[in-house]
């Protein structure tokens, strides 16, 4: 343990016993907290850290969650003041028993301040390590404040330079985000923000990475946003022209952004390696996907009534020509993941799924699983306007005009790159769709129930009309 320190009025080990008393009715109502569909049994704080001592106080704590079998490791930013509190969204506050207020610390910017100062100056904290990459020279002083899309973890904007993200839920070693950025930065890859900082703890003996500061762009434009301004010109225009005629296509855009995935898989592949692989892995890549499949439709019944249609063509993937290549790739590739900037479209976010274990984000993959990502994601640019509308056939026959558009461009762009189109794979790649699907049925129903129907019914389709 550390930071023994004193608060002003209540010891600090009695401060953090009362915040792990009351984080379990807190927790679930924090958007990147991602244990929301399962009751927490516990809450244990493992290591914490005065970062600001006195009125203000900084407290960093790292929490182990119990919820049935899992146990994982969440880290929070506390605030407290004896005097006025902060500005702070009401969702912040957690209230103590004995009427102390502390706070959700990331949209304090007379707190937050430090972390960039600290990296700049490598400083060591504790338990907490505070680095700059080589040869990165930080500005300090900067105030920062938390960005408001949606995210699974916390990024704070210092000034208009940098994105600092604090990751909620820590892995074991140094995250994969980091890894990945390193890497394509060392090669020279023009399609990521460049790496610039690190965060690191030291929990039950091993380094956790905490945060990764970035070069932010604020010239950049989200893919997701730019999608579906383009689904919603398209859609709502009177004239009822083709999508290739409608003034906000977006076609264009999918292929280059088809050509900057196939170079950031090449440039991983030439970074970090690649491994082929044989049947045998085809087959535990099929249990994982039956697996998947199993669990989620025991957790929502509209997926049960599709699983028997669903295995056969998981199945198909053991007829896929061995040896396949596998490599390191993004993990969660979405439109939400792109950023568009005057120089062209950058990939964020290495992490892998939010919910995935160490092993499954370590484990080298097919690039075709990216590919898959982001023709989902295309899907969901089309079928979100639809969400909660009156039925209307002849938006949904647009929607899906859309959407197939755009995933052609990509898988033009892609191919034109990698020397081979995606869908000559086409089981494979269905397969990979729809394993995808399930886990977006889980996601959905975790965190954003009224979006269930998107993934259901794009599921509903593939098994039924193939497509
Ligand atoms: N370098 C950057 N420049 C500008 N905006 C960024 C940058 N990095 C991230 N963002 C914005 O922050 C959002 C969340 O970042 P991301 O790394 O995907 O976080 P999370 O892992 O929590 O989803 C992105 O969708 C993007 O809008
Ligand atoms: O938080 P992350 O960006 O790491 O990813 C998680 O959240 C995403 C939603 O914010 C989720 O993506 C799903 O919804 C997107 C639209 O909001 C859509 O573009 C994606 O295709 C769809 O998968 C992602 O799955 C989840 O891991």
Same mark, same amino acid.
């Given at each position: 343990m550390s930071g023994q320190d004193e608060h002003p009025t209540v010891p600090r080990d009695e401060l953090v016993a009362q915040l792990a008393a009351a984080l379990p009715a807190w927790l679930p109502t924090q958007r990147w907290?991602?244990?929301?569909?399962?009751?927490?049994?516990?809450?244990?704080p493992v290591s914490w850290t005065t970062l600001l001592e006195g009125d203000p106080l900084l407290l960093h704590l790292v929490v182990r969650v119990e919820q049935d079998d899992r146990r994982e490791l969440y880290q929070l930013l506390i605030g407290s003041r004896q005097s006025q509190l902060p500005n702070v969204p009401a969702p912040a506050s957690i209230g103590l028993e004995d009427g102390l207020t502390c706070y959700e610390a990331s949209g304090d910017a007379d707190l937050t301040s430090c972390l960039l100062d600290l990296m700049a100056?490598?400083? =060591?904290v504790e338990a907490l390590t505070f680095e700059h990459e080589s040869g990165a020279d930080l500005a300090t002083g900067l105030?920062?404040?938390? $960005?408001?899309?949606?995210?699974?973890n916390t990024s704070l904007v210092y000034g208009s330079q940098y994105i600092l993200k604090l990751f909620r839920k820590l892995v074991p070693g140094v995250n994969k985000d980091l890894v990945l950025h390193r890497a394509l930065h060392e090669i020279g890859s023009e399609q990521i923000a460049e790496p610039l900082g690190s965060i690191s703890a030291e929990v039950d003996g091993e380094e956790v990475t905490i945060g990764m500061l970035q070069r932010f762009m604020p010239d950049a434009a989200d893919g997701w946003v730019m999608a579906t301004t383009s689904v919603r010109d398209y859609l709502t225009d009177p004239t009822?022209?083709?999508?290739?005629?409608?003034?906000?296509?977006?076609?264009?855009?999918?292929?280059?952004?088809?050509?900057?995935?196939?170079?950031?898989?090449?440039?991983?592949?030439?970074?970090?390696?690649?491994?082929?692989?044989?049947?045998?892995?085809?087959?535990?890549?099929?249990?994982?996907?039956?697996?998947?499949?199993?669990?989620?439709?025991?957790?929502?019944?509209?997926?049960?009534?599709h699983a028997d249609a669903l295995r056969?063509?998981?199945?198909?993937?053991?007829?896929?020509?061995?040896? $396949?290549?596998? =490599?390191?790739?993004?993990?969660?590739?979405?439109?939400?993941q792109v950023l568009r900037t005057i120089h062209g479209w950058l990939l964020l976010d290495f992490e892998g799924e939010p919910a995935a274990s160490h092993a499954e984000r370590a484990a080298l993959a097919s690039p075709l699983?990216?590919?898959?990502?982001?023709?989902?994601?295309?899907?969901?640019?089309?079928q979100q306007l639809l969400v909660g509308q009156p039925e209307d056939p002849e938006r949904a026959a647009?929607?899906?005009?859309?959407?197939?558009?755009?995933?052609?461009?990509?898988?033009?762009?892609?191919?034109?790159?990698?020397?081979?189109?995606?869908?000559?794979?086409?089981?494979?790649?269905r397969a990979l769709e729809l394993d995808k699907a399930v886990y977006e049925v889980a996601y959905e129903h975790a965190n954003r129930p009224e979006w269930l129907t998107v993934p259901l019914a794009s599921i509903a389709r593939i098994v039924t009309e193939g497509e």
């Amino acid at each position: 343990m550390s930071g023994q320190d004193e608060h002003p009025t209540v010891p600090r080990d009695e401060l953090v016993a009362q915040l792990a008393a009351a984080l379990p009715a807190w927790l679930p109502t924090q958007r990147w907290f991602g244990g929301k569909d399962r009751e927490i049994t516990a809450v244990h704080p493992v290591s914490w850290t005065t970062l600001l001592e006195g009125d203000p106080l900084l407290l960093h704590l790292v929490v182990r969650v119990e919820q049935d079998d899992r146990r994982e490791l969440y880290q929070l930013l506390i605030g407290s003041r004896q005097s006025q509190l902060p500005n702070v969204p009401a969702p912040a506050s957690i209230g103590l028993e004995d009427g102390l207020t502390c706070y959700e610390a990331s949209g304090d910017a007379d707190l937050t301040s430090c972390l960039l100062d600290l990296m700049a100056e490598g400083a =060591q904290v504790e338990a907490l390590t505070f680095e700059h990459e080589s040869g990165a020279d930080l500005a300090t002083g900067l105030r920062a404040h938390p $960005i408001t899309t949606e995210q699974s973890n916390t990024s704070l904007v210092y000034g208009s330079q940098y994105i600092l993200k604090l990751f909620r839920k820590l892995v074991p070693g140094v995250n994969k985000d980091l890894v990945l950025h390193r890497a394509l930065h060392e090669i020279g890859s023009e399609q990521i923000a460049e790496p610039l900082g690190s965060i690191s703890a030291e929990v039950d003996g091993e380094e956790v990475t905490i945060g990764m500061l970035q070069r932010f762009m604020p010239d950049a434009a989200d893919g997701w946003v730019m999608a579906t301004t383009s689904v919603r010109d398209y859609l709502t225009d009177p004239t009822g022209l083709p999508p290739e005629e409608s003034g906000g296509d977006f076609a264009g855009e999918a292929y280059r952004l088809g050509k900057a995935v196939a170079t950031v898989h090449a440039d991983l592949a030439r970074a970090l390696g690649t491994e082929e692989v044989g049947e045998d892995r085809l087959h535990s890549v099929l249990d994982s996907m039956l697996g998947r499949l199993e669990r989620v439709s025991a957790q929502v019944p509209e997926l049960a009534q599709h699983a028997d249609a669903l295995r056969p063509v998981f199945e198909r993937i053991l007829d896929a020509p061995v040896p $396949i290549a596998t =490599q390191f790739i993004h993990g969660d590739l979405h439109l939400g993941q792109v950023l568009r900037t005057i120089h062209g479209w950058l990939l964020l976010d290495f992490e892998g799924e939010p919910a995935a274990s160490h092993a499954e984000r370590a484990a080298l993959a097919s690039p075709l699983r990216d590919v898959a990502g982001m023709l989902r994601s295309f899907d969901y640019a089309a079928q979100q306007l639809l969400v909660g509308q009156p039925e209307d056939p002849e938006r949904a026959a647009g929607a899906m005009a859309w959407a197939r558009r755009n995933r052609d461009a990509f898988c033009d762009g892609y191919g034109k790159v990698a020397g081979r189109d995606p869908r000559e794979s086409a089981d494979v790649l269905r397969a990979l769709e729809l394993d995808k699907a399930v886990y977006e049925v889980a996601y959905e129903h975790a965190n954003r129930p009224e979006w269930l129907t998107v993934p259901l019914a794009s599921i509903a389709r593939i098994v039924t009309e193939g497509e």
